[in-house]
């Protein structure tokens, strides 16, 4: 069975990575294998995960590049099980997800040849997992490269500001134009608000952009990130949590159940 799959776009400081890992833990209570992908140069995600001592797929790509320029003869043909090797090697495996971070390039401007590495990699091991979920790059260009392509559930992050509302709708136009997606459902989240402005509101709904709700500022999770918690251990209780929980089950993005304990794929 293919992967549930589904990305938090908006613009920077939109609250992605928390949101990402807030969702996170919300599938893993339902006992699901998750595969989470920081797709942010920033790395946010990998932050509020407090993970550590990693490899990105940014330094496998530099590592592929210097193995093919000294491989010879039959080292060259070789090539695919290292390239595998290497994108195996920076597969964060913990006892409840798998984690994959982006990372940065070495060369000047554009990250093109790793959002393709990621695509690529996203490619080649989503299958085994039950749910994979993105924290995309701020803004739209992974959805022009096509990082996004085969994302169900496209979440569309804004705050009440306008920018981040046509932020926002214009990920809802690159969206509409993609070829290569075809998302079952989109919608946008208004984040760290208690009520959305009504103007913005009205905004992303004439872009025909549906409104799944907000989730409020939480002084809970702005505390535990602010220490470097991982918000995979933020309390139960938590506003931020319980607001996210009821948006993705009433939307049926999250199985209303907790039916199993994790389980996490052998690779």
């Known amino acids: 069975m293919k992967p549930l799959i589904i990305a938090f776009l908006g613009k920077g400081g939109s609250g992605k990575s928390i949101l990402s890992a807030l969702s996170a833990k919300l ?3 339902r006992g699901l294998r ?3 992908i920081d797709a942010d140069p920033a790395m946010g995600l990998a932050t509020a995960l407090g993970a550590e001592d990693f490899k990105t ?6 590592e592929i590049i210097h193995q093919a320029r000294i491989s010879r003869g039959e080292e060259k043909e070789r090539l695919s099980e290292i390239i595998d090797f290497l994108l195996m090697e920076a597969l964060v495996e913990t006892p409840d997800y798998s984690l994959l971070v982006m ?3 070495n060369t000047v401007g554009c990250y093109c040849p790793v959002n393709n590495l990621l695509r ?3 490619t080649r091991i989503a299958d085994q997992y039950d749910v994979v979920i993105i924290d995309a790059e701020a803004g739209i260009e992974q959805i022009n490269r096509e990082v996004t392509r085969s994302v169900h ?3 569309l992050l804004t705050d009440n500001s306008l920018r981040g509302a046509k932020t926002a709708i214009l990920a809802k136009q690159a969206i509409d134009r993609s070829p290569g997606m ?3 459902r989109v919608g946008a989240i208004f984040n760290r608000v208690e009520n959305a402005d009504p103007s913005l509101q009205k905004l992303l709904e004439e872009a025909s952009l549906e409104v799944y709700g907000t989730v409020p500022a939480d002084p809970v999770v ?3 990130d602010a220490r470097g918690e991982s918000a995979m251990e933020m309390p139960d209780h938590s506003g931020a949590l319980v607001a996210l929980e009821n948006i993705l089950r009433t939307f049926q993005i999250l199985p209303d159940d907790k039916p199993r304990q994790p389980r996490h794929p052998a690779l």
């Not at 797929?57 to 530099?62: M, V, Y």
């Open 222 to 224: 702005t505390a535990r």
């Open 34 to 36: 998750l595969l989470l």
């Open 103 to 105: 990372g940065s390039t």
């Open 120 to 122: 690529e990699t996203i």
């Open 153 to 155: 559930y496209p979440i």
């Open 27 to 29: 599938f893993l209570q």
């Open 182 to 184: 075809n998302p079952q």
């Open 57 to 62: 797929i940014g330094e496998a790509r530099a």
